[in-house]
């Protein structure tokens, strides 16, 4: 897929620590409350996070790649296949423990629940949207949201899903300009306090 100025492509396993990188990057103050001190630990888990994804969590990736060899400048997951739960949770468990400890994978465990989502056979869900820093505002997020459209309608999907935390307003921008609507909301307290995270908002759009 060929913008003006960027290609889109699907995801390679190799592309997959770049992607890590790039999502701790772009999530920054979410995971440095979870993994604390651990920091440095913490693109191993997502790297992990990310392949049991691609290889059991029903979700394919696409990429933008950015000027340097091997860099990823954006980057977005699309679920449109059924996750195996059991697979997913036993590999990330035991990667959060054999990188934080047990304390602490409990802890990351509780934190990253949320937002809670049951998956629909008729939505393909967006997850992970992100765009490094120095490519912002050039049309990446909407370049990868038209590909993701393209792969739900590939596989007859209804309806585009996501979640998105309340305060990121460039984000709730980019949705409601892309004709996502609020089809629900959770409130966490937890992650009111911990994340400063209060609400988490579900946008889905039909297509
Ligand atoms: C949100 C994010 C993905 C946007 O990526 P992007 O490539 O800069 O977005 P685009 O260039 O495609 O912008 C499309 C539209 O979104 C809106 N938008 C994007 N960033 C915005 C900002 N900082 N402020 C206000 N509106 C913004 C604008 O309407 C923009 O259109 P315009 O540039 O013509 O005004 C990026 O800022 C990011 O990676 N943030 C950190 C991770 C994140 O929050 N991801 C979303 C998870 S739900």
Redesign the pocket.
Known sequence: MQSERFTIRMAEPEDDPAIAALVIE??IDKFRPVFGKRMDQSIRIMEKWISLEHSSGGVESFVIEGCEAGEVA?SVGVRTKPSNDDIMARGLWRTLTQNLGTMRALWATTLLSYPRYSAKSSEAYIER???SPGF???????GLLEAAEGLADETDKKTLG?H?SGN????M??YE?EGFGEASRQRSLLTGHFLGIKDWIYLRRNL
Do not use: H, I, S, T
């Open positions: 772009g999530f954006a949207l992100v765009v912002r505002r050039q049309g990446m997020a909407k996501l998105v990121n307003l460039p984000a921008r980019l300009d």
